[in-house]
Each structure stands twice: as structure tokens, then as C-alpha cells.
């Protein structure tokens, strides 16, 4: 349909934008079909058009696979993060601001399905929303770009340099939106430090790498601690949406667990120790 051919043509524009950027030798490059084509469109056995692109390969380990996660990592993949961001700045496409459930700009709409949560986490869940809420007006004036907002553990591609493990590159770009920049931060620091001992002091490893090449301010970093966690909610409200719809699919709660694990966790560090960290 005529929105997934839009949004198809955002993702296109957005890796040519990138292969003409600071960070070209660490995103995939796009093939190009005989017709000069990146996007080919086919019919599968059952009749249905399916979009299909080519990219190329980035040797690597997926971020999941590596143990122990160092806080040399941490400040690598914070690095690549901010560096991503500032390669996008100054991009723009009219799908960048499509609706999207994982756009933080706009998680509000989590709170009409509170009931879906389990009742273990409903007042700590409802107590990030609410601040969330009160706290949406001072968010409206921060900085905004397009930016990747999709940083998990299986789009963090790790690798080796004279002994020294590092990220080399943070691939799928398919959720990326136009939004709060600092929300690329919340997201990119909330899978990092999934199953982590300290994850605030994991959380300051990627903030100290992402500043060091994109500098953040200081307005900005007092909002992350609150971003982090509703990025928790997103997730786990997102969980209990496919539990109900299709309870079968277990890929569909692949981080639900873990995400449970960090919101007990987060909920316990005092905002403003996460600040003053």
C-alpha cells in the first residue's frame, strides 16, 4: 500500500544519506537491481507482493553473543550511537514523523492499557507514566532529529581490534523516526544494560561515550533516567498487547523478562542520583 511504499522510500533515503556520511564504512550499503532499482517487489507462492532490498554484509558478533560486557563496550557502543545521531542530522523525510507506538515523543498511549499489565508492576508502571506525563511539556523543548531508536542487542554488531573488543557498527534502521534526540540515548542505554549487576553505572558508560561524539546538555541528561524506564513501559505494555493477541508467539516476548528485571531495578535508583551519576 501507498504508507509501507512511503516508508520503504524513507528507509532508502535515510541509508543513502548515511553512505554519504562520517559513519559510511560502518552501515550497510545498498545493492542496486539491474534497473537501478534498491527495492525490488515480488510475489511469493501465496500471491502476496512482498518488498525486498539487498545490503551488504558487516562482519561482526551480535551484541546477545558477547560476555562479558566491559565498560570499555559500553563507552564503544555510546560512541557509535552519538555518532550515528550526528550522521543523521540535517536528514529529513516527510515518514519520519509517521505515528509510531515506539516513538517516546509519544508513549502516552501506554496508559490506556494499564489493565493488560501485570499487577506486580501496574503502580510502578503507573507511577513512570504519570511522571511522564507532567514531565511532556519541558520534553517538547528539547532537541530533536531523526535518529535510530532501535538499538537492541541483535542490531549492535561487535568486534575485535589488537585484543580490545569494541562496536563496530549499529545496523536496521526500520524504526527509525523523527524524535527527542536524548530518546536515542534512553533506548540505546536500556538494552545495553539489560541483565547488567549496576545498570546505572553501565547507563553512565553509554552516555559518557555517546557525548564524547555527540555532546549532550545538561537539560537533556535530567530527563534519562525517566526515558529509560518508559521505554521499559513501551516494551512491557507492547508484551502484554501480543500475550493477548497472539499467546503462542514467543519471539513476540523475547525481552519481556529482562525488561521486567531492569523496571524493578530502575525503580529502586532515586532520579536524581541517576542525574548526578
Not at 537501478?36 to 553473543?65: Q, V
Amino acid at each position: 500500500d501507498k504508507f509501507d511504499v512511503q516508508v520503504l522510500d524513507f528507509q532508502e533515503k535515510l541509508l543513502a544519506h548515511l553512505e554519504k556520511s562520517k559513519i559510511k564504512d560502518y552501515v550497510p550499503k545498498m545493492k542496486v537491481t539491474e534497473d537501478g532499482k534498491h527495492t525490488l517487489f515480488i510475489c511469493d507462492h501465496n500471491g502476496i507482493t512482498r518488498a525486498t532490498r539487498m545490503l551488504s554484509w558487516i562482519e561482526g558478533e551480535l551484541w546477545s553473543e558477547v560476555s562479558p560486557v566491559t565498560n570499555e563496550l559500553l563507552f564503544s557502543l555510546g560512541k557509535k550511537a552519538g555518532a550515528t545521531t550526528s550522521a543523521l542530522s540535517g536528514f529529513d523525510h516527510s515518514m519520519a514523523t509517521r505515528a509510531f507506538d515506539w516513538n517516546l515523543d509519544h508513549a502516552e498511549w501506554t496508559e490506556n492499557y494499564l489493565h493488560l499489565i501485570d499487577p506486580s508492576l501496574k503502580s510502578i508502571i503507573s507511577g513512570f507514566i504519570k511522571l511522564y506525563l507532567d514531565t511532556k511539556p519541558m520534553l517538547h523543548s528539547l532537541r530533536k532529529s531523526i535518529i535510530h531508536n532501535d538499538a537492541n542487542d541483535n542490531n549492535i554488531l561487535v568486534g575485535w581490534d589488537d585484543e580490545k573488543c569494541e562496536v563496530l557498527s549499529i545496523i536496521d534502521f526500520g524504526d527509525a523516526v523523527h524524535s527527542t534526540v536524548i530518546n536515542d540515548v534512553a533506548v540505546t542505554a536500556t538494552y545495553a544494560v539489560m541483565g547488567l549487576n549496576d545498570p546505572l553505572q553501565a547507563a553512565c558508560n553509554i552516555v559518557k561515550g555517546y557525548h564524547e561524539d555527540f555532546p549532550l546538555k545538561d537539560e537533556e541528561i535530567r530527563h534519562l533516567y525517566l526515558l529509560v524506564a518508559m521505554r521499559l513501559v513501551v516494551s512491557l505494555t507492547k508484551s502484554a498487547i501480543n500475550r493477548m493477541k497472539e499467546p503462542e508467539n514467543i519471539y513476540l516476548q523475547i525481552s519481556d523478562q529482562p525488561a521486567r528485571d531492569l523496571l524493578l531495578l530502575w525503580s529502586e535508583i532515586h532520579p536524581s542520583l541517576a542525574y548526578y551519576s
